[in-house]
């Protein structure tokens, strides 16, 4: 840490300062270093690849000056900009979303508070400053890609005395048969998705954005979650989960497909914004263990190893769904999860952006694992839904995977510098 | 992933194929392109690190052939030497270390077995190979400086009908009066510490062991712990915990002074060998944070911010703790902990090499985090346990830090091709 003390000093960078053109085109002296070098050694941070699974372009890309850390850490996604970040952005490697009631007290003249608090600390925590009242500075200096993403739930819309203003698509979840749902990861009014390239700066910007929230908000939830570390795969491959299932191939790329995720609302707060959908999804991996790997590939509709669908070759050939065997029986089983997690109507693709979990396993447990469900999409009526109804409904899989907590939350639209995240919903201070 | 088939083919690499010498001289054009490029960015995965806090020189490192991976993931640590991997190794991002108890039927001859069966995947999965048995070897691809430390416990000896050759030194810790040891994170017949730059790998890898000890043993307990994850942090930089201190500033290089690490034994399967401890210790930091910077920094005798010692500018400077200030009394207070951790003299070091945790807050908790303290000695009764009894007597760190497991183990030597861990104590099959 060559920069420790530079917490009390800088205040968060500008766009244009922290702002480097994709592409490498205008890099600076200082990024050359850093994110130039990653990229001659094929490597990108987050701030700087293509959401997995896409043939998407590397995003803009900043860097925090002056610090000399590992390019890595560097790596700035900027907070601005008419959608949120951490949705579009390509998964960093490490989550923590946690969950918010509010308190009694909080209505909404101090909702607005916490909001331009949290507005503040976005700012500062995702260009590497620390806020004015973190007691470690020094854990917020490698920002590593860092992106907080805000969302408001059902319930908040009540207890804030703007129920009006509740979307009428944001609601729980219908309840499905699958479903063991357990309180404490369901729901919630408020929810803060913090991603990093870094663990420790994950936990510690959630952290403080928990801790700023003391006197608003009390958490209800927390969920940690990780994908590969940066570097450790080649940019833009799709994630394995815990099953070894390659999880997220057929994602939309944001950046040709934005309208899939991104609304566009008469409601200004939500112009640019979207829906999310949590969905904490228990792997049992010791009972599907006990299945070969032929038989999994049956439940998968595809190749483990490779992904592919059993009619095809490699990861992203499309499915044939009508292609049948010798015997005349369908070649990808009529319940398989690629037939039901699928749709033939390409307007009702969702952007997974999923995480693995690992917990201490309870006795006579070799593991428990899961998976942090994560889906953020335009209209959650009519692409989530339907969706997964059909998988509610039948997929081989759910003899080895139960949901056990769910929740959705309105996304609002990005922020500009000098603006204030959800200011058009609650008001501005 | 470009590699999916070579599981069922591919054997473990021969020492020649996976080790390049260090420095990069010899690189083989496939490593030339991975870490070759990462030196250029100034990056260094764990297999080529110096040991943090350390000015040693980088390690041996190898890299994986044929795989399309990312420079991290592809980079290899030879698990063969005199030493067993993962002590001397610059610690990886990830920390997946598993207790096990020996079932009821495991004699001496099924643990030669045992031992059998984890050296051929140990051999196998750090140089990126699946086991013959594993249903999810896509998982095992990407090595990313994957090492496995295997290590015996005070209770295993008796348990074999073994005790006479359990060495004199081997027993739990004394009880500490601060101490609240919970049986879930204390004791075990057998450790398994698993390290990786990348969290799937290492969560994986030591998921496979334990299935294949599945006959042999229980588990006991798991503990998980990162810290920074890799090209983050420049090569070599000393941790922070949740705490904010730097982590490990005064580790004595494991290249320079082998002996204070490793063992010159009489026994040959401690020959080389060490002795490690794990505590397990809660960190209060939501108390923590109710005390301000300079406290801290009396605590702590350090400035939290760069490491310096209070006496001194820089994290590497020594403590004067004779200095007095202008009233008289000890800049470094008599209880700060760099004052009770420190000793005079310099054959008594430990190498520290610990992880952060973070788990799920309980309700009302904004964190619930700690350390995973492991520590290397060769002689655990003059190097360790007078460390121990002064800081439990007397620090003031003790009142943010609570110790809630505890746990011992003798590190056997390291194995040769062809050889089997352990052989020199349970004989060979």
Redesign the interface.
């Known amino acids: ?1 060559t920069d ?2 530079e917490q009390s000093s800088t205040r968060p960078a500008s766009r244009r300062d922290v702002l480097i053109g994709a592409g490498g085109v205008t890099l600076g002296a200082a990024a050359a ?2 994110v130039g ?2 990229r ?4 990108q941070p987050a701030a700087d690849a293509p959401f997995p699974g896409t043939s998407g372009a590397p995003q803009s890309v900043g860097h925090k000056t002056g610090a ?6 560097d790596a700035v996604v900027d907070c601005h900009g008419v959608n949120q970040a951490g949705i579009a952005t390509s998964p960093q ?2 989550l923590v979303l946690t969950a918010f009631d509010l308190a009694a007290s909080t209505d909404l003249a101090r909702m607005r508070r916490l909001m331009r608090l949290w507005t503040e600390d976005i700012e500062r925590l995702t260009t590497g400053a620390a806020t004015i009242t973190d ?5 917020a200096h ?1 920002p ?1 890609s860092l992106t907080v993403t805000v969302g408001f739930g059902p319930t908040l819309f009540d207890k804030l005395g703007i129920a009006d203003k509740r979307p009428s698509w944001l609601a729980q979840l219908p309840a499905y048969p699958i479903d063991q749902l357990r309180d404490e990861f369901t729901g919630g009014d408020l929810v803060v998705q913090v991603c990093s ?5 994950a ?2 910007a959630a ?1 403080v954005l ?2 700023e929230a ?1 006197f608003f908000a009390t ?1 209800r ?4 979650g ?10 833009g ?1 799709t994630m ?1 989960n ?3 299932q390659l999880d997220g191939t057929r994602n939309p790329d944001p950046a040709e497909e934005p309208n899939l995720i991104f609304r566009k609302d008469s409601e200004r707060w939500l112009d640019g914004g979207s829906s999310m959908v949590v969905r904490r999804i228990h792997m049992d ?1 010791d009972r ?2 006990e299945i ?2 032929p038989a ?1 590939d049956i439940v998968l509709g595809r190749t ?3 992904g592919a669908p059993l009619t095809g070759e490699k990861e992203f050939d499309e499915p044939d769904l009508e292609a049948r065997g010798e015997l005349g029986f369908p070649i990808i089983d009529v319940a398989a999860h690629i037939r039901r997690a699928r749709t033939d109507d390409g307007s009702q693709r969702i952007l997974r952006r999923p995480y ?1 979990y ?4 309870d006795a006579g447990q ?2 428990n ?1 899961g998976l942090v469900f994560i889906a953020f999409q335009a209209d959650l009526q009519h692409q989530y839904l339907p969706l997964q109804a059909q998988l509610a409904e039948l997929d081989l899989l759910n003899q080895w995977t139960t949901p056990i907590g769910s929740a959705v939350f309105a996304i609002p639209r990005g922020f500009a510098p000098g603006e204030v995240l959800g200011e058009d919903l609650f008001g501005r201070e």
């Open positions: 840490m420790t003390n270093w850093g070098a990653l001659a050694a094929g490597l000399g850390a590992g390019a890595f850490g490697g490490f007691t470690e500075p020094e854990l490698l590593a390239d870094d663990p420790i700066t936990t510690h952290r928990a801790k003391k958490p939830w927390t969920q940690q990780s994908r590969n570390a940066p570097g450790v795969t080649a940019p491959a394995r815990h099953f070894g991996l599907w263990d070969d790997v999994r483990q190893a490779t693995n690992v917990e201490i396993p070799i593991s694992v």
